[in-house]
């Protein structure tokens, strides 16, 4: 690091994944922005990294499913005069359930907070980074952005396959200007997120080779920023499972991800028609 610290912006930094790069890059000499909507949990946390680290953290709480709220962020920045150099994007949850059981204002909620807030937020802080040549956006995807999409939870595999594809061009395109670009794609990790989205007795069932710790997760992911990785899937056992679905043809990967999703998709085995996928 440099001798006036870099900030960094982590949101969902509340708890799990976004807790674990705020302590990860505190421990690297960053100063932090960490927002969240639960002010108690952020306030705790920026405790921790002061004592620890002597951190200088500024805690802005946001609800990013409000649509003024990257604009909001953004702003109080300037007020504070800090110019971010990391963008995390992690804040997540999961609508469990089939499309249809969800009413159109908590679909809409979901969208803007797992696309149209980070999307905003990063293009409102590029030009930043542009001017002073360095900078990195790691975008928190999710291994099921690259496997075949399941019954229920209907847009949460295509909300981080969204960001995988946006990340891949960004990155292309300020690679150059000494920004880069990271969709980060772990698979099951342990957090609160499982609790929230209300699938912890399915998951619970998984067999725990199949999970990572979630500061092993940042730890990899913040390497592969830092390599110019643009997609980065941690973990030996994800990698293997993303790499089978590309190589098994649709129709199979298909059937088999319909198969098995009932044990981590609350309401996959509600779906209303239950015969064998197909892809046209």
């Not at 913040?222 to 056992?237: F, K, N, S, T």
Request: with cysteine; proline share 5%; aromatic share 8%.
């Amino acid at each position: 690091m440099t001798d006036s610290p870099r900030w960094a912006l982590v949101t969902g930094a509340s708890a799990g994944i976004g807790a674990a790069f705020a302590r990860d890059l505190a421990a690297q000499g960053c100063a932090l922005v960490l927002t969240a909507r639960r002010s108690e949990r952020l306030q705790s946390l920026a405790a921790e990294l002061r004592q620890a680290y002597g951190t200088r953290c500024e805690i802005l709480p946001a609800d990013l499913a409000d649509p003024t709220a990257p604009a909001n962020l953004c702003a109080q920045l300037d007020a504070h005069g800090i110019g971010i150099d990391l963008l995390i994007n992690n804040a997540g949850y999961g609508v469990p359930g089939t499309f249809d059981a969800s009413p159109w204002p908590r679909h809409a909620d979901f969208i803007q907070v797992m696309m149209t807030a980070p999307t905003e937020l990063a293009h409102r802080l590029l030009p930043g980074m542009r001017a002073r040549g360095w900078g990195r956006i790691v975008n928190v995807a999710s291994l099921a952005g690259l496997v075949p999409g399941t019954a229920a939870h209907t847009l949460y595999g295509a909300s981080k396959a969204y960001l995988i594809h946006f990340s891949q061009s960004l990155g292309q395109e300020n690679g150059a200007r000494g920004v880069h670009v990271c969709a980060l794609c772990p698979g099951f990790t342990w957090s609160e997120f499982h609790d929230v989205s209300g699938a912890r007795a399915q998951v619970a069932r998984m067999p725990r080779w199949m999970w990572m710790d979630a500061a092993h997760v940042v730890r990899e992911g913040l390497a592969a920023a830092e390599r110019g990785d643009l997609v980065y899937v941690p973990g030996r056992i994800n990698r293997g499972i993303k790499t089978l679905f590309k190589l098994l043809p649709d129709r199979f990967a298909l059937a088999l991800i319909a198969r098995r999703a009932h044990r981590f998709r609350v309401g996959a085995d509600a779906s209303a028609d239950q015969h064998s996928p197909r892809e046209h």
